[in-house]
């Protein structure tokens, strides 16, 4: 017999749901699980493949300072799914953070970021782009306080910061390393 959920009880619904599963196991044992619930989510990482460039994001992680990291993190653009396809949020989520309009998308992967508590599933995602697709400023929503930096780098200087520890944010290394796997001429020296 798999495990079953036989009922959750909801701790606090805000941005995410926070809930405790009763759950059967299959030995027939009984235990609860803490789950956070806020649905599907998407990142990106644009690249400029003739400038040899990407574009990444900083801003204010509570979690992250909280658990004594920076106060800050690098990361790739990302969010909520709020549309049907994963491919549509990709790109909103670029052009509200980064201000540039994405057309081609790359699928990655689509994975569960933290199974062992939360019920989100990530569709990962690489997006080449040009000077043109520079659309809007970029910067986050301004009442959702997001305050977002924008900073497009070298993709020398993104892979020495992967391999350095630099870049500590999951979806951002898994990204970054799928593009040296999947582009490895733009890595190298010219």
Do not use: C, N
């Amino acid at each position: 017999m798999a495990p079953i959920i036989g009922g959750t009880r909801l701790i606090h619904d805000g941005w995410a749901r926070f809930l405790v599963a009763e759950v059967t196991m299959a030995d027939g044992s009984r235990v609860k699980r803490e789950m956070e619930d806020h649905g599907r989510a998407v990142a990106v990482l644009p690249y400029d493949p003739e400038r040899r460039v990407a574009v990444l994001i900083s801003q204010f992680r509570a979690p992250v300072l909280f658990a004594e990291g920076p106060p800050e993190v690098m990361e790739v653009p990302a969010g909520i799914l709020d549309e049907t396809d994963p491919a549509e949020g990709a790109r909103r989520e670029a052009y509200e953070e980064t201000g540039l309009r994405l057309g081609a998308l790359e699928p990655v992967a689509s994975a569960w970021s933290m199974p062992g508590i939360s019920t989100e599933r990530m569709d990962l995602f690489l997006a080449p782009y040009g000077q043109a697709d520079r659309a809007g400023p970029g910067g986050g929503l301004s009442e959702e306080h997001e305050a977002i930096s924008v900073h497009e780098l070298p993709l020398e200087a993104i892979a020495r910061m992967s391999d350095d520890g630099t870049i500590a944010d999951m979806k951002t290394l898994v990204l970054v390393y799928a593009l040296r796997l999947r582009r490895p001429d733009l890595f190298a020296a010219r």
